[in-house]
């Protein structure tokens, strides 16, 4: 345990902080790289929302992936770390005019649309630009996904995408304007996907509707299937690179693709969740009338996973290898819900003891907060130690 991070240094630098396990991190994206080279056609892009970390960004740009942008803020991220404009496309659903300009002067690769309003306010806008912006309609497939309900993106109850019944007129809508070109369909059924025939039953559904399309000799350049793949959080040592061969090899067998099309990822949580972790430094040990709790000094502003999802993380202590006591392991934040778990086995743990909070590289910076006047917790990479 101890042998996986530099305790000499972590004992340096101020908590909470966020490290960054650059080998790990590279040896995911070489596994990434070397199943999509097995399939022709396939391309990746990183969803940036995941963890925008300036260096982690650079890293993943280095390697040759696209970036998912899902904001304004999150292209010109992308951009600055190296990520080529003809490899950036922009997901959300309410894309406000400065990012839809914003994505036109650097001539991005595509816009996913998520409605008709937005479309017409593209056309508008590249008409005054006098550019063509490329379009790919997000398409709600209504496919469920065994996935936290907060996290579910492809079901008609969602605020995302533009409905199957509405394809064929938006395809035809897109067609008639002289500032858009319609170049794919989108799809993303959810995150943090583990079962396999979640994904068979989205490229099921994209099979239906390409065959539907082309009764009415509607060809599709591009196919979008998004991300979604999960990761291990109970084992991050054992299981530190997601099946990136299952998930690929699951698209190449079920999605009928046409010849020439090309097959489209984002990938965001399976990138960098392993890689990542929130290191905390321990302020109290409180004994309780029935528990006693491990008070830290990260919080819910810090990783709000299981205050908001409920969502597990192993936590481990990294400077004791003394008999295992149970805990609440809670932070300093003035809300109930500040609790990163429950009745979890440590080695005893003491006043200034350090515990590293797993598999946190993704939405753990990404979301932080100043909630109750903390500040930022920096972020490091193994090269800066």
């Known amino acids: 345990m101890k042998g996986q991070f530099p305790i000499d240094k972590f004992q340096e630098i101020e908590t909470p902080f966020y490290y960054y396990d650059t080998d790990l991190l590279r040896a995911t994206l070489l596994e990434i790289y070397r199943e999509v080279s097995r399939h022709e056609g396939f391309e990746v892009h990183y969803a940036i929302k995941a963890n925008a970390n300036p260096k982690v960004l650079n890293i993943i740009a280095q390697t040759g992936l696209g970036a998912d942008c899902v904001s304004g803020g999150e ?20 894309k406000a005019d400065w990012e839809i300009l914003l994505g036109l002067d650097k001539n991005i690769f595509c816009f996913n649309v998520e409605s008709i309003a937005e479309l017409e306010i593209i056309n508008e806008l590249a008409g005054k630009r006098n550019k063509k912006a490329r379009v790919a309609f997000r398409i709600n497939p209504d496919v469920g996904a065994h996935t936290h309900s907060k996290i579910t993106t492809g079901l ?74 999960g990761v291990d959080y109970t084992h991050p040592n054992r299981v530190c690179i997601p099946d990136f061969k299952g998930y690929f090899d699951t698209y190449a067998k079920h999605l009928r693709l046409r010849p020439g099309q090309k097959l489209h990822f984002e990938l965001g949580r399976a990138v960098v969740a392993q890689c990542g972790t929130l ?4 302020l109290y040990v409180k004994q309780g009338t029935a528990k006693q ?73 990404i979301m932080a907060s100043q909630y109750n006047c903390r500040k930022l917790p920096k972020g490091y990479i193994t090269e800066d130690l």
């Open 75 to 94: 292209i010109r991220a992308s951009l600055s770390a190296g990520f080529p404009p003809k490899k950036i496309v922009y997901a959300g659903v309410g």
């Open 279 to 282: 290191v905390t430094r321990t």
């Open 156 to 229: 008609a109850e969602n605020k995302f995408g533009i409905a199957m019944g509405d394809m064929e007129s938006a395809i035809m809508t897109a067609s008639s304007m002289e500032h858009v070109e319609f170049i794919g369909l989108h799809f993303h059924i959810g995150s943090q996907i583990l079962n396999m025939d979640d994904f068979v039953a989205l490229c099921n559904r994209i099979n239906d509707l390409q065959t539907q399309l082309e009764r009415k000799k509607i060809s599709i350049a591009n196919i979008n299937v998004g991300g979604g793949l």
């Open 293 to 365: 709790f491990a008070i830290v000094d990260a919080g819910m502003t810090d990783l709000i996973r299981p205050a908001l999802y409920q969502a597990y993380h192993k936590i481990e202590n990294i400077s004791s290898e003394g008999p295992k006591s149970t805990y609440d392991v809670v932070g300093p934040i003035c809300e109930s819900s500040d609790v990163f778990a429950k009745s979890v086995d440590l080695n005893e743990v003491h006043r200034g003891d350090l515990l590293a909070i797993r598999s946190a590289g993704a939405y753990g910076e």
